[in-house]
């Protein structure tokens, strides 16, 4: 089983900044993507950002230029560094994980995984 644990979520004014952290755990062989989406009320699930584990990162228009998507491999942790917020951005920040796990009876045997975060919620208002 892999875990993903979320903080830095928060009340934040606008122009503000605010930082993410999410670690995973668990039985975890390897990672490949690591990233964030977010969920306004009564809107869609909408990608933030990605950071592959050999390749760029992916960013989405609403936050390009404003966010910074970050990871340490040593510590399974993917980072989200928020600054300009602006009102629009108030939402649940989701995290996701993929890569490959072990099954617990056998080291040996892999799948793959994703695994999604509880959810923090980023709020921006004056």
């Known amino acids: 089983q892999v875990q993903l644990v979320e903080s830095g979520g928060g009340l934040v004014q606008p122009g503000g900044s605010l930082r993410l952290s999410c670690a995973a755990s668990g039985t975890i062989v390897s990672i490949n993507v690591m990233g964030w989406y977010r969920q306004a009320p009564g809107k869609q699930r909408e990608l933030v950002a990605a950071?592959?584990?050999?390749?760029?990162?992916n960013y989405g228009d609403s936050v390009k230029g404003r966010f910074t998507i970050s990871r340490d491999n040593t510590k399974n942790t993917v980072y989200l560094q928020m600054n300009s917020l602006k009102p629009e951005d108030t939402a649940v920040y989701y995290c996701?994980?993929?890569?490959?796990?072990?099954?617990?009876?056998?080291?040996?045997?892999?799948?793959?995984?994703?695994?999604w975060g509880q959810g923090t919620q980023v709020t921006v208002s004056s």
């Open positions: 950071i592959p584990s050999g390749g760029s990162t």
């Open positions: 996701n994980v993929e890569g490959i796990r072990y099954y617990t009876s056998d080291y040996f045997r892999r799948k793959p995984f994703a695994s």
